[in-house]
């Protein structure tokens, strides 16, 4: 059996005063280990503060080995230190987390208790199984724009995150060797969903508290939002794209009969009514055979998956004909110019409920057998290190 090794990878931006309380609590989270003798820290750095001055201080007095690997050009961000990280790896496993303490180091073990014990090629920290949490994202705008995103990740990648309820996450275990490095593409900083949307990998999850930052302030920006997008369509342009293709055919068989209805004197609310039923009942039958024909045999049968959406489509339908009126009647539009906007509106949130709920994949992998359900407590701070 080969020797047991790790490198914790930590990619920082200016995460100065973080940089010896996370040393001292990682090297606490190991003390006792037999594992701990295998195990270096290599921070990889963008910064352009005192941090690398931080990294080789706290190295001084850990006794764990400590490196670091200053980048004057960041290609990739974040996704693209880690990548440098993982390349500059001495070990069998890599641990990668952030620099703020938001990701407790108190579960490193807990993580290479896992991968070994179930043979799993990559072991993410979740904070959407029993006994995660997000309690540590601040404010609802944040914890909004994550389960939306968590949401229309998945949505659009059923397959290699059937078993991954928190793409999202920066904390996570991978044994180097199933990892392909050279096809990734980094860009901006979810590197984990680029591990694991570029090729089938054996996944199990542990459940983590996400905590609050120990100091500074969060890098998450507007500009990375856009990054993250651009991440996500490029990974899977697809089933979306599929999707989009039905979409639109149902949009203009809508509007035509819709069209053809006002054009007889029918009322607009009931010709808006008429085409819906019937480009719904059209769209799911497109979608049964060229969308999602990979996914149907995923435990439900045909009449829920029919019923799951003829409910959803119709609610749908029914929540945009106030709005339709709304913009005829007030705002003057053309019922048909209404209609399509309401459309356009709709079909993001369709593609979403129709991968996670009607053709939702069945996980093949249970969470892993060593998760409690239980929070992991972190370890007390060192007062006179905090900042």
């Not at 914890?143 to 059937?162: G, Y």
């Not at 008429?274 to 439900?300: H, M, P, Q």
């Not at 053309?334 to 309401?342: C, I, K, M």
């Amino acid at each position: 059996m080969d020797t047991f090794s790790a490198t914790i990878i930590v990619p920082t931006f200016n995460e100065s005063p973080n940089v010896g309380e996370l040393v001292r609590r990682i090297g606490t989270a190991l003390v006792g280990d037999e594992r701990a003798a295998g195990v270096e820290i290599l921070f990889v750095d963008d910064s352009t503060d005192d941090t690398p001055a931080a990294v080789l201080l706290a190295a001084e007095t850990s006794d764990i080995p400590v490196r670091l690997l200053h980048r004057d050009d960041p290609v990739g961000g974040l996704s693209g230190a880690v990548i440098a990280g993982m390349n500059a790896s001495t070990g069998t496993w890599c641990v990668v987390m952030d620099g703020d303490l938001q990701h407790p180091p108190e579960m490193i073990p807990t993580l290479l208790d896992a991968g070994e014990a179930t043979e799993a090629d990559v072991v993410v920290a979740s904070r959407h199984v029993p006994g995660g949490s997000d309690g540590g994202l601040s404010g609802w705008g944040r914890r909004l724009v994550s389960t939306v995103s968590i949401a229309a990740t998945r949505a659009m990648f059923p397959n290699k995150l059937r078993n991954c309820t928190d793409p999202m996450t920066g904390f996570f275990a991978v044994r180097r060797a199933a990892v392909d490095v050279d096809a990734l593409r980094p860009r901006g900083f979810k590197i984990l969903l680029e591990i694991l949307a570029r090729q089938p990998l054996r996944v199990v999850e542990e459940p983590f508290v996400f905590g609050e930052r120990f100091a500074g302030s969060s890098k998450a920006t507007f500009t990375q939002g856009l990054r993250f997008l651009t991440q996500l369509f490029a990974l899977r342009f697809g089933r979306m794209s599929a999707f989009a293709v039905v979409g639109a055919l149902g949009a203009v068989a809508n509007l035509a009969i819709m069209a053809g209805l006002v054009a007889v004197d029918v009322n607009y609310i009931i010709a808006a009514i008429i085409a819906a039923v019937v480009t719904i009942i059209g769209n799911f039958l497109l979608l049964e055979f060229f969308v999602f024909r990979d996914l149907r045999n995923e435990g439900k049968r045909f009449w829920t998956r029919f019923a799951q959406s003829f409910a959803f489509n119709g609610t749908e339908a029914l929540i945009r004909l106030p709005l339709l009126a709304f913009l005829v009647q007030f705002h003057l539009m053309p019922s048909v110019v209404a209609q399509g906007l309401t459309l356009v509106l709709a079909f993001i949130v369709r593609f979403i409920f129709h991968s996670r709920v009607v053709y939702r994949p069945q996980r093949t992998t249970p969470i892993s057998p060593l998760s409690t359900g239980t929070d992991v407590a972190p370890a007390p701070l060192d007062e006179s290190a905090k900042p």
